[in-house]
């Protein structure tokens, strides 16, 4: 009796086996949901913008355009009371544009109380540095305008104006007057391509395709060429004439007294002169107290350089051939 119990206890436990395991391996089932207290992955949300395709690379997925989150921080001012820059425009250069009603009246984008800062004829020592601190000190942006030359003559001066994040255009290779009767066509072209040239060389990278003529002197066919580069022209809405201004004090009255009546406008000054670094720091406060605002221009791209020019300014700034002269015959000792 008790064999025959302990078969059938046998069996039973042999069935429940059996029928547990093809309960969980043949019989369709709902699969179990997540408990509550564990978070759904939230689910991924695609660009709408299309993605180039590329021959070397699957696309599975859009991918996200750069957030302000994951953009540079912006570097803290440590002036709280300083001048700033109110906003920052692109300039898309293609086909020329011009700016500055002085001699173009096409592109009225300045609103008013604003103005745009620029420096014609650097970089200069003691003069340009002086700038670049009453800018920095105020926490504002300019575009400068180096001559070729000077460029060539002081590159860690203009290296500095870069660092600072201003603009940087030309200004010619040695500031000649591109509409003089006896300028050609080809003369005015080499002034232009060489003075971006040496900027660039003096920066390592490609300038803005921002230019401003000598003397404001606009040559038409000088101005037909730089439209064929899609190079933007500067004129300016005020000119602070600060090369004949005695003191700092004339350029400040100069510029505060024909703003005041504009309401806006492009300023020309130069970082060349003394009376102008001197002036700055004044102008500028002065620029705050009036209500004014700095608007920054910039390229949307920037200037492409013609190697011929690139490689011709190089070739020109290279020091002459060490002499192959013995030491002995070109020093002797004459006396100990």
């Not at 005015?188 to 900027?199: C, H, P, R």
Request: one cysteine or more; aromatic letters at 8%.
């Amino acid at each position: 009796m008790r064999n025959a119990f302990g078969l059938m206890l046998a069996s039973v436990v042999t069935a429940s086996v059996i029928a547990a395991v093809w309960f969980f391996t043949a019989s369709p089932r709902v699969d179990v949901a997540a408990p509550a207290t564990v978070l759904a992955p939230p689910p991924v949300t695609v660009s709408a913008k299309p993605v180039p395709a590329r021959d070397d690379v699957e696309v599975t997925a859009a991918i996200p355009e750069k957030t302000a989150a994951s953009a540079p921080p912006k570097a803290a001012c440590a002036n709280p009371n300083a001048l700033g820059v109110s906003r920052v425009v692109e300039i898309d250069t293609t086909g020329g544009p011009g700016f500055g009603f002085e001699h173009f009246k096409q592109l009225d984008f300045l609103a008013d109380k604003e103005v745009v800062l620029t420096f014609d004829d650097g970089p200069w020592p003691a003069n340009t540095p002086a700038v670049l601190k009453a800018l920095a000190d105020e926490c504002t942006r300019a575009v400068f305008f180096p001559i070729g030359k000077h460029a060539t003559y002081h590159p860690e001066i203009l290296r500095q104006v870069a660092a600072a994040g201003h603009t940087i255009g030309a200004h010619t290779w040695s500031h000649a007057n591109l509409n003089a009767k006896k300028m050609t066509d080809q003369q005015a072209k080499d002034e232009i391509e060489k003075g971006f040239s040496a900027v660039k060389l003096a920066l390592g990278t490609a300038p803005a395709p921002f230019f401003r003529f000598p003397e404001l002197q606009h040559g038409p066919a000088a101005m037909a060429y730089l439209g064929t580069r899609n190079v933007a022209i500067f004129s300016c809405d005020l000119d602070s004439f600060d090369f004949r201004a005695k003191d700092a004090t004339q350029i400040v009255n100069t510029v505060m007294t024909k703003l005041d009546k504009l309401g806006k406008g492009i300023i020309l000054m130069h970082d060349f002169q003394k009376h102008t670094a001197e002036a700055l720091p004044t102008l500028l406060s002065r620029l705050k107290a009036g209500g004014y605002k700095v608007v920054q221009m910039k390229a949307k791209t920037s200037l492409q350089t013609l190697p011929e020019y690139d490689d011709a300014l190089v070739k020109d700034m290279k020091l002459p051939v060490a002499s192959t002269r013995p030491v002995g015959s070109v020093v002797q000792t004459v006396s100990e």
